[in-house]
């Protein structure tokens, strides 16, 4: 939400400023903006739209700044706009800065700042916060930056991540963070900092990740960055490594990340089960949960929280861990539980679910459950996020990293994570018949190749199906038990990236309200795999038939009888129950994803969304 570049150094910072936006540009493309410095002058550079638009106006500018920064933008305060595009200026024309995140009392410093007299050129909160701090600069003229960011930031309320530039000091880059992420590439001789490492692997992959209320200074004299805390904490750089490289964030000829994060999935399936299952006797090993494993194994019951499709594994995770381990399991919308009020204590253990492990919300819900004393974990894709940072303890999916929005690769992955909690949980809490455990754990190893297979096999006949229907308007997804949430990821993909207004059931609830949609143009796609509810999804696909709806069945290879049911049948190879989501989803992704493509949709950046949610 939002993304951040800053570079300063001995090279032309332009071309590494634009190629870091195009990087973070899945964090938001409502605009883009840069600002050179040199020679104590600003150049700054603005647009709404894409980062593209961007470079090409800038075609023609000179190489010769070698310090910079950058933003591409998810607009939360004003539309938009060429204005409210970033960077801002302060009044003064000291202080350039770019902003992710939302200050919430803008409404007050800028009563303040206007009643000295102070012009505002936009309707940003940004603008509030550049002129906030070039107006604390000027009353000390002759004090340190931590002085005066110490005092500026003291009635500064919100998120930031904030990468700024100071006129009269060239080479100089400040980058000041609370809750919204930044980490700094080390180079030699030069700095990189970023909202995530994707902009920053290709130059080097030895960061510092900046932590909650600090600032950094960052000049290409100084070997290491200046830390500092807005509060009164020092700390030491710790330099940590990223263990992917660039050749990860490519899209490999494929036309979209989304495809390429689609085909990826058996091999996030096998990074994130690799050194966690022994063999003889067969088990899961998790080293991320091993020093909280005492407290999980007292716990009366779990609560899993998170947003979007984490939401959705978390609905999966909740069948796991109840069938598998037998513990009581509650699943919450990370923003509905931050805000009731939720009775937790220091016997419960809350666990967020996230991809990109920034997600404002799942953060918040897990820092209250720190504070109501109970063990937060994190179920994270991306290492040295701020939810891996801030819990007691978790689990990396390890599914490499996920640029298209619309999540694929992580969710499954996220699955795999939760299988194999469940079966830890269930063999330590002598819950989980032995054979059971065996037999889930085998068929769990053998899924990546399953998924590969059927990738393969249904690709093309997705994509037919795809051209019959993706000029409808409405579609129902339903499933029930394991794969009831599946019906609902399936509906958030296709409405996510083709528009098309979707709606996901457990199949048995349709007859009380939504059949009433269905006719002649509602597309249905049923989950009817041949489990223990198979008869009952048969029955709930007789209601829609005889309404006229268009069915297309997801089912298990082999079965003939749904075909008499359905005007298409997706096959998918017959696996335990409870590992059916990880296969019965990589049709529905493929569904949206060639539904998308055939309407003429930005499938990597739909509209209004952004991959990282950093703001409530
Ligand atoms: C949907 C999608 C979103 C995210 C949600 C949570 O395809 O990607 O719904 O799942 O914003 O994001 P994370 O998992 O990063 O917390």
């Known amino acids: 939400m939002c993304g951040i570049v800053a570079y300063t150094g001995s ?147 919100g998120t930031f991540g904030i990468a700024m530039l100071v006129r009269s000091e060239p080479g100089l880059v400040i980058l000041i963070r609370r809750f919204s992420p930044l980490l700094i590439g080390l180079g030699e001789g030069e700095f990189i900092a970023a909202s995530d490492a994707t902009a920053i692997v290709a130059y080097t992959r030895r960061v510092v990740y900046l932590e909650e209320d600090e600032v950094a200074l960052l000049h290409p004299s100084q070997e290491a960055p200046q830390i500092f805390s807005l509060a009164d904490r020092r700390r030491e750089a710790r330099v ?65 929280v998170g947003c979007g499709t984490s939401w959705h594994a978390a609905l999966v995770g909740e069948y796991l861990l109840e069938q598998l381990a037998r513990i009581p399991t509650e699943v919450e919308y990370a923003s509905e539980f931050r805000y009731r009020d939720p009775v937790i204590g220091p016997q419960d253990v809350v666990i967020g679910i996230s991809q990109s492990g920034e997600t404002a919300d799942t953060l918040a819900a897990l820092r209250l459950a720190k504070e109501k004393g109970a063990l937060a974990l994190g179920i994270t894709n991306v290492v040295g996020s701020s939810i891996p940072r801030e819990t007691h303890a978790g689990i990396y999916i390890h599914a490499g990293p996920e640029i298209g929005v619309a999540s694929t690769k992580a969710f499954t992955a996220q699955l795999t994570a ?64 394991y794969n009831f949430p599946v019906a609902l990821e399936g509906a958030l993909k296709l409405k996510e990236i083709s528009y098309i207004h979707a709606e996901g059931y457990p199949a ?48 298990t290879e082999g079965d003939t009888e749904i075909q008499a049911y359905a005007e298409a049948v997706l096959y998918v190879p017959e696996v335990p129950e409870p590992l059916s989501p990880i296969l019965t989803v990589l049709p529905l992704q493929l569904l949206a994803y060639h539904a998308a493509v055939l309407r003429g949709c930005d499938v990597d950046q739909p509209r209004n969304l952004a991959k990282s949610v950093t703001v409530e």
């Open 508 to 555: 048995a609830e349709m007859k009380h309200g939504p059949i009433a949609l269905v006719d002649e143009g509602m597309l249905v796609v049923v989950i009817a795999l041949r489990d223990s509810l198979y008869e009952k999804v048969l029955g709930n696909v007789q209601e829609v038939r005889a309404r006229g709806g268009r069915i297309v069945a997801i089912a």
């Open 240 to 304: 940590e490594y990223i263990d992917w490289d660039v050749s990860a964030i490519e899209r490999g000829g494929f036309p979209h990340y989304m495809l390429k994060e689609i085909f990826e999935q058996p091999n996030a399936l096998r990074d994130c089960m690799r050194g966690r299952i022994r063999q003889e006797p067969l088990e899961v090993r998790l080293g991320g949960i091993s020093s909280v494993m005492d407290r999980l194994l007292a716990a009366p019951r779990l609560t899993l």
């Open 418 to 481: 939760l299988t194999m909690l469940a079966l830890h949980l269930g063999a330590a809490r002598y819950t989980l018949d032995r054979t059971l455990h065996d037999t889930l754990l085998e068929a769990l190893l053998r899924l990546p190749d399953q998924v590969e297979a059927t990738l393969h096999a249904l690709n093309e006949p997705v994509r037919a199906l795809a051209e019959r229907f993706h000029t409808v308007s409405n579609a129902l997804y339903l499933g029930r038990g």
């Open 11 to 157: 090279r032309p910072a332009l071309p590494i400023l634009l190629e870091g936006l195009k990087r973070l540009e899945y964090r938001g493309y409502d605009s883009a903006g840069v600002a050179l410095h040199e020679e104590g002058q600003f150049q700054i550079y603005k647009q709404a739209g894409k980062v593209s638009a961007l470079a090409r106006s800038v075609a023609g500018v000179p190489l010769s700044a070698t310090t910079g920064i950058a933003h591409t933008r998810w607009a939360t305060h004003g539309a938009p706009t060429d204005p409210n595009a970033h960077p801002h200026l302060s009044y003064d024309g000291e202080v350039v800065l770019v902003h992710n995140g939302i200050i919430e009392n803008y409404a007050a410093l800028r009563a303040r700042l206007a009643a000295e007299g102070i012009p505002f050129a936009s309707e940003t909160d940004t603008e509030v916060l550049v002129h906030w701090i070039a107006w604390h600069r000027r009353r000390r003229p002759h004090a340190s930056w931590e002085e005066v960011l110490r005092e500026a930031f003291a009635s500064v309320e």
